[in-house]
């Protein structure tokens, strides 16, 4: 069973830095891609980034040059550098193995495992 621990949010001033991390287990990582999600109140979960088992990667348009997702095959996790925060940017977010995913068009299917999240405030 999937099982995944985000970490790294906080309250941080609009323009501020965030690092967020996901430990995943139960998976076999390296096969897998790997996404952040956020959820904001009142909000849809929305995918925001997703990175391919070797490590390309792509953004949803609203985080596009400010957030970059990363991962370490080794300790099985995957990071997220959220930089120049915005108000809009407040929300849970969350991390999922992806199945069936497209770089291109970020469509995917996450797992039917979720986190606990990470709440992020701006």
């Known amino acids: 069973q999937v099982q995944l621990v985000e970490s790294g949010g906080g309250l941080v001033q609009p323009g501020g830095s965030l690092r967020l991390s996901c430990l995943a287990s139960?998976?076999?990582?390296?096969?897998?891609?790997m996404g952040w999600y956020r959820q904001a109140p009142g909000k849809q979960r929305e995918l925001v980034a997703g990175?391919?088992?070797?490590?390309?990667?792509n953004y949803a348009d609203s985080v596009k040059g400010r957030f970059t997702i990363s991962r370490d095959h080794a300790k099985k996790t995957v990071f997220m550098q959220m930089n120049s925060l915005k108000a809009e940017d407040t929300a849970d977010y969350y991390c999922?193995?992806?199945?069936?995913?497209?770089?291109?068009?970020?469509?995917?299917?996450?797992?039917?495992?979720w986190g606990q999240g990470t709440q992020v405030n701006s």
């Open positions: 139960g998976i076999i990582f390296s096969i897998y891609a």
């Open positions: 999922n193995a992806l199945k069936n995913f497209t770089l291109g068009s970020m469509k995917e299917s996450p797992t039917d495992s």
């Open positions: 990175i391919t088992s070797d490590g390309s990667t």
